[in-house]
């Protein structure tokens, strides 16, 4: 199956600063990125859906100023947690797909500790 | 509204088979999916069903019925291994996933 993958696996900071997470496809075009977070024992939340070239479109409730979303190429996609906190702390998951296909493939997560 | 319910939680004994249940009310459907994920890790992607029918693929397989919006995951000599939470989710007439909320299957010797 295709490739994607997210850097860093895990990441502490301070609260107050900000973490970028990366996610990348690696044998084929992703011209939709999702991403998504998922706290202990519960499913995966959607943030925001990407498509190349085009502004994130987040999910009610997920503050675009603070999950800052980039997609300028079909192969990156980039997630920015700006003025992290504690709350922040969560595992988050990119998962990207083709143009045409239906299935999405992921990305290994990102474990984000605030401290 | 959009909803996708499975149980929380399964216990089975290894070697045996286990069949996890998800049903679905969505705004359209364009295939439904199994994935498995292991404690503090992504989900790996188990199968897809767009038509109705059983769909095999080594000890797992996974069934669909588009009518009565229910699907079910099967899996067969369950070994420890298999011991993770399965999400089940549904693609809607706009192609983004809908969730269920994971069966957490645990598997004891």
């Known amino acids: 199956g295709a490739v994607v993958s997210q850097h860093p696996s895990w990441v502490i900071c301070k609260s107050g600063t900000s973490v970028k997470i990366e996610c990348r496809s690696l044998?084929?075009?992703?011209?939709?990125m999702f991403w998504y977070r998922q706290f202990p024992k519960q499913s995966l939340m959607l943030m925001a859906t990407?498509?190349?070239?085009?502004?994130?479109?987040?999910e009610q409730g997920v503050e675009k100023d603070k999950f800052l979303i980039n997609h300028a190429s079909l192969t990156l996609s980039t997630l920015t947690v700006t003025s992290a906190h504690p709350e922040d702390s969560s595992f988050y998951i990119c998962?990207?797909?083709?143009?045409?296909?239906?299935?999405?493939?992921f990305g290994q997560g990102t474990r984000l500790t605030v401290v | 509204g959009q909803n996708i319910d499975q149980p929380t939680e399964m216990t089975a004994t290894e070697g045996a088979i286990v069949q996890i249940n998800c049903t679905y009310q969505?705004?359209?459907?364009?295939?439904l999916f199994w994935y498995q994920q292991h404690a503090g890790e992504a989900p790996t992607f188990l199968s897809y069903?767009?038509l109705d029918g059983l769909e095999e693929k080594g000890r797992f397989s996974s069934f669909l019925s588009r009518s009565k919006g229910y699907s079910y995951l099967l899996l067969k000599e369950l070994q420890m291994k298999d011991s993770a939470s399965y999400l089940c989710?549904?693609?809607?007439?706009?192609?983004?996933?809908?969730w269920g909320a994971g069966t957490k299957l645990i598997i004891k010797p």
């Open positions: 998962s990207a797909r083709g143009r045409g296909d239906t299935e999405a493939f």
């Open positions: 044998d084929f075009q992703a011209t939709t």
């Open positions: 990407s498509n190349e070239g085009s502004k994130a479109t987040y």
């Open positions: 969505t705004s359209g459907f364009n295939g």
């Open positions: 069903n767009v």
């Open positions: 989710a549904v693609m809607d007439s706009n192609y983004q996933l809908i």
